[in-house]
């Protein structure tokens, strides 16, 4: 049995023994045996991804409701909007934008569709996490020459990787955005290394793919990049005519939504830029910066990576680890330079797990000649297993230091509804209660209570207020710190639009909140623990 799952472990690359252009061989058919191991092990592998995904499926960060807000708002034909009339791009994501409003727009067939729209976009995302799995194996089969169930051990890793998982449980975009990078590093690769007559039917595939790769998130043109200079460094610095068709297409893809986006937004950099990036924007130390510490010492293998994939590439096989060691380098440089995310080994790391993986189970290829060939093979498999259940432990120990608790999905199943999920279900319910439409909401948490309630919203933090997002003041990781001392700008910008309610918190969190809140707020609700609602006290839109 053993000797079956690492067939393909000691075999030779595909594509260093290939020349240009040359024909991939055609997968044979796995005699009876084989077959029925290859079927037990593609089970374990999706029961190890479901069963891992479930330990994360509560995660639900705040961002995404802003995403929704805006693809909302879109689809209810009001335009690109955060507030109606405000031309904000408070969003880093357009993509998932266009992709949350369709959804929220088929769920509205069927009544509120705002309860259901995070439910929704979390089921799509383990559907977008299964089809990362198979573009993984198929690179791993078809790329770098594996067996059919050798070419599961990447894919185990994946489904062991807590940033991975993370992501794909949450409803961030980041789950879609991965699954379109690992095609693209499938597909460009088969694209380069296809026989010439099929080159123009993979191109046709590739244009749609890319296009939307580069329209999903802030970041992708960096990441394209990548792709871009790997496809030349493949033809060794000569493009075909339908390299020239895919470049041109995506140029204009490209240039049309960024002609677009200045000519609805006004401006080339969108907020989350200036609230979160701007104010720490430099390049850090390689180890210095603790997003990526944290991401080395909870999930990686430290710099020991980096300098296997060198030792990889450069020594064994260079066509087959170019494409994942050039998304690995890029989102690295990347990192550094805005010296990452709040969450620590989440977002930006996680785009790049597929190629990690695919490169850690790269290093088994390498020669130890002094090891008989069954042995090996037996360390091989030990080592993939091993990785996989550290993998899975440090994500677990990382999703406790968020804090959240594991499996907490899983356990309150008997008693599940999908409002459930949203984290302020109490507050937003009170203020669809208790709040005019018409009135206006200051908010710390500027997501899903906007989101649900459809209320005009000053967010505090200034990634959809682009006065705020420019502001002087105290900056932590997220981006404006409100501390609600009058004599701060932001303060006093948000008291001079005199919003009818503030609500506060959960980052200032008071034990016993005050009965009047700025001079002129009162206290008018604590609908759940760490949020308080002020009215203002001469506003006639709270009841």
Known sequence: MYGAMCQGFGRENALSSLPANATMPAMKPLAKEGRWLWVAACAAVVLLYLGHLSAYFDF??????????????????????????????GYSNFGHVVLSGLIYKCLSLFGDARWGVLFAVKLLNVGFGLATGYFIYRYAVDIAGRGRVAGLAPVLLAAANGALLINIASPLETAAYIMLLTAMMWGLACYVTGPPERSARRAVMLAPLGSAILLWRIDSPMLFAAFVAALVLLRRGRLQRSDWWLLGIWAVVFGAYTVFRFAWFGDLLNNPFYTKVRHRMGLAAPF????????????????????????????????????????????????????????????????????????????????????????????????????????????LELYRAVPQEPFRFVRRLGGFSPRNLYPYTATAEWLNRHVSKDATMAVEEAGYMPFLTGLAAID??????????????????????????????????????????????????????????LGVYRLAASPQAGLNVFRREDSTRVH
């Open 60 to 89: 639900t960060a705040d961002d995404p409701g802003i995403t929704f807000r805006y693809g909302a708002n879109l689809f209810d034909g009001r335009g690109l909007v955060y507030n109606p009339g405000e031309h904000i791009e």
């Open 460 to 517: 505090t933090y200034g990634l959809c207020n682009r006065t705020l997002a420019r502001v002087d003041g105290h900056r932590n990781r997220l981006g404006l710190k409100v501390t609600w001392d009058p004599a701060e700008p932001g303060v006093r910008y948000i008291l001079s639009q005199k919003p009818d309610i503030i609500v506060v918190g959960p980052v200032i969190d008071w034990a016993n909140a005050p009965d009047r809140f």
């Open 288 to 395: 210095g910066s603790p997003y990526v510490a944290g991401f080395f010492r909870l999930l990686g293998l430290h710099a020991l990576v980096f300098v296997a994939l060198a030792t990889i590439v450069v020594r064994r096989s260079p066509g087959v680890y170019i494409l994942p060691l050039a998304l690995v380098v890029t989102q690295w440089l990347y990192i550094l330079l805005v010296d990452g995310d709040w969450m620590a080994g989440y977002r930006f790391w996680a785009v790049v797990v597929p190629a990690l993986c695919l490169v850690l189970t790269g290093l088994l290829d390498l020669p130890v000649p002094w090891i008989a060939a069954r042995p090996w093979r037996l360390i091989k498999v030990g080592v993939v297993l091993v990785v996989a259940a550290v993998w899975c432990s440090r994500g």
